[in-house]
């Protein structure tokens, strides 16, 4: 018998029942395609400029740091001026994502943007956000071309583009919108929730910042809700 | 892992005589629990939560056959592969074998207990396979051929002078003078050192906090990004996830998340909560070549339909280790296996034999507090009990201690010698106690009780004597 007809074959003896019973089976396939949302906190319910206000008080309690940008176009002075501020070359890698790639980074000849996944040698990376999320100030970054996983993970600073109207009361309202993009029951290869910069408590209980992922992660929340 | 439970009591006294464990240990309570009580105290819908996530993982382990059926076809839809463990052992030879076959060298680990419950690393370097422990906890306790003590906190043990001395140990190419007095350059120097592994590891294996029937999805939650590094960079990622770790929907996942964190370390959400689905996707610069799950039982699909099938409900937050007294005085190790404190107690007589770990459900007061904390609601001293009963139908205790009840038994079955015996106790334990109100030290068999704290003494006359003073009914 196989590991998985064994398995199987003991969970049913175990729960007695057999794989045939048709009611239970009802049951499953109802509860997997009702996507039924449980309770979700009332903090995060209310408009844009509630759920902005919160976003950016959220992240900042877990040590992100956050800025309002007017406009995309200005995002390139934004991310120099980050970078200036922490003593840091003039120098970001991002992926393709076409809103990264349409600004005007010529506005600022000092900061060299070089594009694609990083080898773990970029001390600055910029990746754009497919939410945020009110709730907890999280971001939601998704895989793929536009922006690669290995820049929300290698370089020491992270700074991540948010549409102020892009940030959801709640983790069910991006699901929502995953769905959307990507299609019923189907995900990108990964979806990272990142709420604020990395950190460990594991000698002596003592939270520090950086332990593996980025020690710092720098939010450009960009126009109005 | 080699058991050692059945040494239970004797390493419970070690660890009470031990002064650094016990200055580890110490940071325990500022730690979790008092951020514990003020994370579930800003959220109103905490213990609303704490209920629906109960009633989720219910559900889902009364359908569990059928939720893993429809998890499977979802991750071989999205080109991964799935593969069932009915014991340690078929696992270990899964993930060997995968290793094998891409001539893998190093490979790095994100935190699991699973791989430490089928002792996976041993089994990996017997066959050329270096495992690397990338969770900084993790890492340390490798350095010194360890076990985690605790499921979430792998080195709460130890203090941070002990991992420098490990550091200076293994670390040996970097400059002997340099400061490591502090967290922070212990930090800073695991992070230079584990980034070099993980460009070099061929494949990367991480556990799962949960599994998605609905899209074929693996779940990781960190804090320091280890298991991110871990599954992103090498040309394959494994997943070892055990068979109760299944969840219907992302909706549901976001119920368990919402008490994970918070019953956990006290955050309102970890740094990093990760969504796996399948392999490097076309067009996907990064991300592993090949995505593996290895489902594992060992055991659990037994545990249904007996009084301990609420335990699979568990979701490794350790809150129950956290707030118990037991552990806090002994840590982790004493418990001599995988799972320590309350959720260990309860899991390790169940996965390893009564016999063998009998011990672990009497090492509690049955004050109640892991179950008052626990996200899952489990009924934690209800099954220690249950543990209790087994071991006394199998008759596994000790025989003083079935002499010793069956002549409570005897005198508690009769009311006018129990009334006269405990009289007679209680004014014997007064004058023990002298004015101090508790005793120092009992004699003889009692000894024991005293040896690491004080008695109590009995303040006035015994209960059934106020009872019958106060005119209540008797007999």
Known sequence: MSGRDAILAEIRRSLATGPGDETRRATVAARLAARAPGIVPQRGQGDGAH??????????????????VAAMEDV???????????????????GEDARLAALPFAREP?????????????????????????????????????????????PEHHLVVVRASEIAGDYEAVWGRVRERFGPGEMPRAINWITGPSRSGDIEQTILLGAHGPRALHLLVVGEP | MKVTSPAFKANAREALADKTLQKALGNVESGFITKRAAAAAALPEFEALRDAARDLKTHVLRHLDLYLEAYEAKVVASGGQVHWAATAEDARRIVAGICKRLGAKTVTKGKSMITEEIALNDHLEAEGIRPVETDLGEYIIQLRGEHPSHIIAPAVHLTKEQVAGDFRRVHSHLEPGRDLSEPVTLLTEARTVLREEFLLADVGITGANFLVAETGTSIIVTN????????????????????????????????????????????????????????????????????????????????????????????????????????????????????PGPMGAVLTPT?????????????????????????????????????????????????????????????????????????????????????????????????GWTANRD????????????WKARGGRTG
């Open chain 1, 51 to 68: 759920r902005l206000a919160l976003f950016l008080e959220m992240a900042e309690k877990v040590s992100a740091t956050t800025e309002r």
């Open chain 1, 76 to 94: 390139p002075t934004a991310v120099a001026r980050h970078l200036r501020s922490k003593n840091l070359p003039q120098a970001i890698r991002r």
């Open chain 1, 110 to 154: 000092q900061l060299t943007v070089t594009v694609g996944p990083s080898d773990g040698h970029d001390l600055a990376g910029l990746s754009h956000a497919f939410a945020g999320v009110a709730e907890t100030g999280t971001v939601v970054l998704v895989s793929g071309a536009d922006n690669p996983t290995t820049l929300n993970f290698l």
């Open chain 2, 224 to 339: 320091e990004g280890n298991g991110d590094l871990t599954q992103t960079l090498p040309k394959a990622h494994i997943v070892l996830a055990s068979i109760e770790k299944i969840v219907p929907t992302l909706e549901d996942v976001d119920t368990l998340l919402r008490v994970l964190a918070r019953s956990a370390t006290g955050q309102e959400m970890s740094v990093y909560t990760t969504f796996s689905t399948g392999p490097r996707r076309d067009g996907d610069p990064d991300g592993p070549g090949e995505y593996h799950v290895v489902l594992l039982d060992n055991g659990r699909s037994k545990m249904l339909g007996t009084e301990f099938e609420e335990m699979l409900r568990c979701i490794r937050c350790g809150a129950c280790m956290n707030h118990c007294p037991v552990y806090q005085q002994i840590g982790g190790h004493a418990y001599g296996w995988v799972y």
């Open chain 2, 351 to 447: 996965l390893v034999g009564v016999d063998q770990a009998g011990h672990l459900p009497n090492a509690s007061t049955f004050c109640g507090r892991c179950e008052s904390v626990c996200p899952m609601r489990i009924p934690l001293p209800e099954m220690m009990r249950a543990w209790r009963t087994r071991e006394w139908e199998r008759a596994l205790n000790p025989a003083a201690l079935r002499s010793g009840l069956g002549a409570w038994a005897f005198v508690a079955a009769r009311p006018g010698l129990y009334r006269l015996a405990t009289r007679l106790a209680s004014l014997a334990l007064r004058v023990m106690g002298g004015g101090k109100g508790r005793i120092g030290r009992l004699p003889l068999f009692a000894a």
């Open chain 2, 455 to 466: 008695m109590p003494a009995p303040e006035g006359a015994t209960f059934m004597d106020q």
